[in-house]
């Protein structure tokens, strides 16, 4: 997404020099309206700080929610990939990750400080079950909101239209209600948009106490919707369909290790180093046991004269200003090669 990576860039070159360590404590927790109506509109603008913000609330209904549903163990990741130290010596990442049955990997990673709050939320299935993804990506600072909430599809719902039947069918009518609370956030490039459904909320807004509990109450509608497609979900047992399943998260996997415009934030924080550890082993963690293809097997139209990747984040230069659905959920961004 060019606007988000520019905004996030722009945000981080005042942000971070002096950032102070925020307490990550559970927000207290309070009874969320029911924002999915015309009502929840903003009303209290917050104070000139990321302070008041903290996604840890939205980490533990998380957990909480999935606890009660299956079998919820730390990951082996857990082990190397818990809390870091920031560069400035102030700023904590924390990280936490756990596997399930019918879960792969369930992971999050959290940063606040006083400027910036960060959540990078993931659900990945095991590649027996074609479920979607579940991906939470929230950037906050004192002046402003970067916000993608969606239901990653695995496989194109562009091309393949049982497959949007069979997820994302039912899921219309929630999708419509949040894009109503939160207008599509600008340019969304064409080769990005493969990776996102037709219930996908990418927005942005000013800090508002009524809008972050909109957000949490979106937040928690979504989540509980996937809980409800993996549990429902039957065990592939055809070997060519796990193989398509696997090959189809690995896809994304790679490109989301080499186009997240997040990545910038990390080497900020952490160094180059320590920034593409953390990519490729934690938050895109399957990139070595999913599949051996690299970037440019996937995506050959990024390959440089010399071999290399392209560093632009769209070949086609093809991006789209508002939401390219209909109220159905039919695509109607035109004839484009995605």
């Known amino acids: 997404m060019d606007l988000r990576s520019s905004l996030l860039?722009?945000?981080?070159?005042?942000?971070?020099?002096?950032?102070?360590?925020?307490t990550s404590s559970l927000i207290t927790n309070s009874i969320i309206p029911n924002c999915t109506s015309k009502k929840c509109k903003s009303r209290h603008v917050l104070k000139a700080s990321a302070g008041p913000f903290s996604y840890q609330k939205f980490i533990h209904f998380a957990l909480d929610e999935t606890k009660r549903r299956t079998l919820l163990v730390p990951s082996p990741?857990?082990?190397?990939?818990?809390?870091?130290?920031?560069?400035?010596?102030?700023?904590?990442l924390q990280m936490l990750s756990f596997q399930a049955p019918k879960m792969r990997l369930l992971r999050s990673l959290s940063i606040e400080n006083e400027a910036i709050q960060i959540l990078d939320f993931a659900v990945f299935s095991r590649p027996e079950f074609d479920v979607p993804i579940f991906c939470a990506n929230f950037f906050t600072t004192a002046t402003m909101n970067i916000i993608v909430l969606d239901l990653n599809p695995l496989h194109n719902v562009i091309d393949q239209r049982n497959y949007k039947e069979k997820y994302f069918k039912r899921l219309i009518p929630l999708g419509l209600r949040y894009s109503e609370l939160f207008p599509w956030g600008g340019k969304l490039t064409s080769e990005s948009l493969?990776?996102?459904?037709?219930?996908?909320?990418?927005?942005?807004?000013?800090?508002?106490?009524?809008?972050?509990?909109?957000?949490?109450?979106?937040?928690?509608?979504?989540?509980?919707?996937?809980?409800?497609?993996?549990?429902?979900?039957?065990?592939?047992?055809?070997?060519?369909y796990i193989k398509c399943n696997r090959e189809a998260q690995h896809k994304y996997l790679t490109w989301r290790a080499e186009k997240d415009p997040g990545h910038g934030i990390l080497k900020r924080l952490i160094g180059e180093r320590h920034a593409q550890d953390l990519v490729r082993n934690f938050l895109f963690n399957g990139l070595d046991e999913l599949g051996s293809k690299g970037f440019l097997d996937y995506f050959p139209e990024y390959r440089c004269e010399d071999g290399s990747v392209n560093d632009k984040r769209s070949i086609l230069g093809k991006s789209f200003e508002n939401r390219p659905w209909d109220a159905r959920g039919e695509f109607i961004g035109g004839d484009i090669k995605i």
């Open 9 to 22: 860039t722009s945000c981080l070159s005042s942000s971070l020099i002096k950032p102070q360590l925020l």
């Open 194 to 240: 493969k990776f996102f459904s037709p219930i996908v909320i990418w927005t942005k807004f000013p800090p508002s106490q009524d809008r972050y509990e909109c957000l949490y109450s979106a937040f928690k509608e979504y989540y509980k919707a996937w809980l409800e497609l993996i549990a429902q979900a039957p065990e592939e047992i055809d070997a060519s």
């Open 77 to 92: 990741l857990q082990e190397k990939y818990s809390s870091m130290t920031a560069m400035d010596g102030t700023t904590e």
